[in-house]
């Protein structure tokens, strides 16, 4: 780590956002631009969010599976709004074993084609019903402008694939997932989201209807978290997924898909983090807990005492937490408290000579900065309940960041002033008609987005931002990543 500080967040939040992705080792460039490496720490990070998304789909019945990472262009091409939203975006391979292909092969973007290919052979009667996949798998997106996890030429993923039998079974599966992410968003991310709808121009293409969840970052911009599709029979038609219904009769399954993918990490990082570098939340973090020994240089009597305690320390807390101890003689303790603080561990147990003549320990929380002594006695018992304890604040201070962030608007000129103040100004809530044209000035004049048309709304109507024509419902504008 080195001893230089880190750009302020409140000075330039991108050059920040880099710098401690980097220093706290979560990731780094790889060789070819727009890709990345993601190193042990980071990957574990990820790992966690990948468990904790895995044991929710199974408990709902998704099961896993892999498929190729080579698509056949001809299968791309076989949906119209598909092809056509991702063709800017796709990688293809023209040449293999020196050789020109006879039919160009495309780097999986997304699987939503060759699942539908394998649908088709699978799935022949109502009694196959529902098929639900989940694919843990990289994709690869050409990026114009790319950003360490947020947007990168390749990243990594779930994304989960249902066939059914009816749209209302589609559509229950759709929004299931939905709340999937939503959970492990605020509960294991510590992350407030806004659960919502997408507009026709935003949404996946191909899609019948999209659902996001939309989460407010430290610079008051929006960050799309987790999306989920109903894909209608479009894909179902475009690849011919049918099944003998109870009748006897032939009809086209109604598909689905979903994904979260490692742009999470950056929105953890975004929304917690400060000028000190990362603030994990204690259920993901990959080190819950770091013990940080200190004796006195060349005092080898003390350096066995403190050394005894870490070993209680250990035996106190068991497998109950993922712990480590950073013993190193070669840095100060100053200097390892700092980097266990950059790299966002959530608590610190301090313990030196004078806490083994008193049987106690000093905790440092890593989200207010506050420190505790306790006895060893108690200390597993306090280490859980803190660390139960600052997963809950971290949520409660992203949730108050956002809502003191999020203005209720209904005159167009406020909302151009509150947009184009410096930098983002936060979200704005606003009663929007549906109409593309309306949309897409506001884009233009103010550079914000439509993120979501939030499932909960207020029980009025009221007047378009933009136009000033009825509308029926209120969404979500913000500059976003």
């Known amino acids: 780590m080195s001893d230089e500080k880190i750009t302020p967040r409140s000075q330039d939040f991108s050059a920040w956002y880099n710098e401690v992705v980097q220093r706290a080792e979560l990731a780094d460039y790889a060789p070819v631009r727009g890709c990345m490496i993601i190193r042990p720490y980071g990957y574990a990070l990820w790992e966690n969010l990948q468990r904790e998304l895995d044991r929710r789909f199974k408990a709902t019945g998704h099961k896993n599976a892999y498929f190729p990472l080579f698509i056949p262009m001809s299968f791309i091409q076989k949906e119209a709004q598909h ?6 975006e796709l990688a293809v391979v023209t040449h293999g074993g020196g050789e020109k292909l006879e039919e160009p092969l495309v780097v999986r973007p997304t699987s939503e084609t060759v699942i539908g290919h394998m649908f088709k052979q699978w799935i022949k009667s109502y009694r196959d019903l529902p098929l639900l996949i989940n694919q843990w798998a990289n994709v ?21 694939h249902t066939a059914h039998a009816t749209e209302a079974e589609a559509e229950e599966e759709t929004l299931k997932m939905l709340n999937v992410y939503v959970d492990v968003a605020q509960n294991e991310a510590a992350i407030p989201v806004i659960a919502g709808r997408k507009s026709e121009s935003e949404k996946f293409a191909g899609a019948l209807r999209s659902y996001t969840i939309e989460a407010m970052m430290g610079d008051r911009r929006a960050l799309q978290a987790g999306t989920s599709h109903n894909l209608g029979q479009n894909f179902a038609k475009a690849f011919e997924i049918q099944y003998l219904d109870k009748n006897n009769q032939l009809q086209h399954c109604w598909t689905t898909s979903w994904g979260m993918s490692t742009r999470m990490i950056g929105a953890i990082i975004m929304a917690h983090g400060d000028d000190q570098g990362l603030i994990l939340p204690p259920r993901l973090a990959p080190i819950q807990v770091i ?12 350096k066995t005492n403190v050394l005894e305690g870490v070993e209680r320390i250990k ?9 480590e101890v950073d013993a190193r003689e070669e840095y100060s303790p100053g200097w390892r408290f700092n980097e266990w603080e950059l790299r966002g561990v959530p608590l610190r147990i301090e313990i030196g000579p004078k806490d083994i003549q008193k049987s106690q320990v ?14 060893q006695d108690q200390l597993a018992e306090r280490v859980l309940a803190l660390l139960d304890e600052m997963q809950k604040n971290l949520f409660e201070r992203a949730k108050k960041f956002r809502d003191e962030n999020t203005v209720e608007l209904d ?50 109507s009221g007047r378009c931002i933009y136009c000033g024509k009825e509308a029926k419902e209120q969404a979500i504008f913000a500059k976003a990543y």
Request: one cysteine or more; a positive charge; glycine letters at 8%.
């Open 315 to 323: 035996r106190a807390l068991g497998e109950r937490v993922r712990l």
């Open 362 to 375: 000093v905790l440092a929380r890593r989200e207010t900065k506050e420190k505790l002594s306790v006895s």
């Open 140 to 160: 690869v997106r050409w990026e114009l402008r790319p950003r360490l996890f947020l947007r990168t030429l390749e990243f990594l993923w779930q994304e989960g």
């Open 291 to 302: 013990v940080v020994p200190i004796w006195k240089s060349g005092n080898e009597n003390e």
């Open 83 to 88: 092809v056509e939203g991702f063709s800017p």
């Open 411 to 460: 005159d167009y000129e406020r909302f151009r002033e509150f947009m184009e103040g410096e930098g983002s100004r936060g979200f704005v809530r606003a009663y929007w008609c549906g109409a593309r044209e309306c949309e897409a000035q506001i884009k233009t004049e103010t550079k914000a987005t439509t993120r979501c048309i939030p499932l909960e709304q207020p029980r009025s």
